[in-house]
């Protein structure tokens, strides 16, 4: 079982930065790819991007590629979305998540973090 808790998430001005965290804990972290997912009012929940449980592939949606860079420190079991150049469309809540790559192939999600971007 894997315990996710992201932070980071705030309010910035269009073309600004943010930079989220996503601490686990409960199992062997480097056995887990490694998602952000973001879920705007009324939509379903969007996949943003991915790594690898090894962080040697990296995975991102159409409108954030060459924007946003996920990252992953398997010492410290952290996961890590830094986001460029903001826009407003950007705005909603962003959530980290665990697939185990080992069977049993659960899936584990943080709480999500509010991002607001400004125009």
């Known amino acids: 079982q894997m315990h996710l808790v992201e932070s980071g998430g705030g309010t910035v001005q269009a073309g600004g930065s943010l930079r989220l965290s996503c601490t686990a804990s409960?199992?062997?972290?480097?056995?887990?790819?490694m998602g952000w997912f973001r879920q705007a009012p009324g939509k379903e929940r969007e996949f943003v991007a991915l790594?690898?449980?090894?962080?040697?592939?990296?995975y991102y949606e159409d409108s954030v590629k060459g924007r946003f860079t996920i990252s992953r420190d398997n010492v410290k079991n952290m996961v890590y979305l830094q986001m460029n150049s903001l826009k407003p469309e950007d705005t909603t809540v962003y959530y980290c998540?665990?697939?185990?790559?080992?069977?049993?192939?659960?899936?584990?999600w943080g709480q999500g973090t509010q991002v607001t971007v400004s125009s």
């Open positions: 790594i690898r449980g090894t962080g040697s592939a990296t």
């Open positions: 998540n665990a697939r185990r790559t080992i069977p049993p192939w659960f899936d584990y």
């Open positions: 409960g199992d062997t972290f480097s056995n887990y790819a």
